[in-house]
């Protein structure tokens, strides 16, 4: 079967670091996807982990254990614009993503 | 810049009609993909194609169709719309099934 599991909100401060862990339990792994979704928009792509390890673009990282079937995203100088919610899915080799159930994250002043 | 538009973004329906979703993307991606996504819940799988005029069933295909005439247009047909079927509605289209999949902006359709 298919397991991904995300908090369901999280609240930050303006400024802060914050950390969205996700975890997976899935039939085959590939690698791990993380998507950004605005209300009311399409979820855009911000990483893509297949190796284990951090990866950094600008304020966000990525992070990817395989053999503990976890990532996380750690978002640093956190801006206001970056209230939304955020979807991690797992691609488990030949079939479409599987998505989590998304972390809603406000940030506030 | 890559695109996936789908037609509408907002649709009022009533219960009973036949609705059409429809979907288009400028990628020349195989491989195109409807979700349904409802608070609580997440992205959910509704039907998925490889190619066109093939078609696979997601993980909740019940009361839905679809049609893949053309590699770049891939539609989502309410048969008999009903009030469970009021949702945000989101296209996808990927080069591959396990690649990076692209959004459209969504359709927000409610049924009454």
């Known amino acids: 079967g298919q397991n991904i599991d995300q908090p369901t909100e999280m609240t930050a401060t303006e400024g802060a670091i914050v950390q969205i862990n996700c975890t997976y339990q899935t039939s085959g792994f590939n690698g791990l996807f993380w998507y950004q979704q605005h209300a009311g928009e399409a979820p855009t792509f911000l990483s893509y982990n297949v190796l284990d390890g951090l990866e950094e673009k600008g304020r966000f990282s990525s992070f990817l254990s395989r053999s503990k079937g976890y990532s996380y995203l750690l978002l640093k100088e956190l801006q206001m614009k970056d209230s939304a919610s955020y979807l991690c899915?797992?691609?488990?080799?030949?079939?479409?993503?599987?998505f989590g159930k998304g972390t809603r994250l406000s940030v506030i002043a | 810049d890559v695109k996936v538009t789908q037609s509408s973004r907002y649709l009022v329906k009533r219960t009973g009609e036949k609705v059409f979703l429809e979907c288009v993307q400028d990628m020349d991606h195989e491989n195109m993909f409807w979700y349904r996504q409802d608070p609580g819940l997440g992205l959910r799988l509704i039907y998925f194609?490889?190619?066109?005029?093939?078609?696979e069933k997601g993980d909740i295909p019940e009361g839905y169709s679809v049609s893949r005439e053309k590699k770049e247009r891939f539609s989502l047909i309410l048969e008999s719309a009903s009030t469970n079927q009021t949702s945000m509605y989101l296209c996808?289209?990927?080069?591959?099934?396990?690649?990076?999949?692209?959004f459209g902006q969504g359709t927000r359709l409610t049924v009454v």
């Open positions: 899915a797992v691609n488990s080799g030949n079939t479409p993503l599987v």
């Open positions: 194609s490889y190619d066109v005029k093939m078609k």
């Open positions: 996808a289209s990927s080069a591959t099934p396990d690649t990076e999949a692209f």
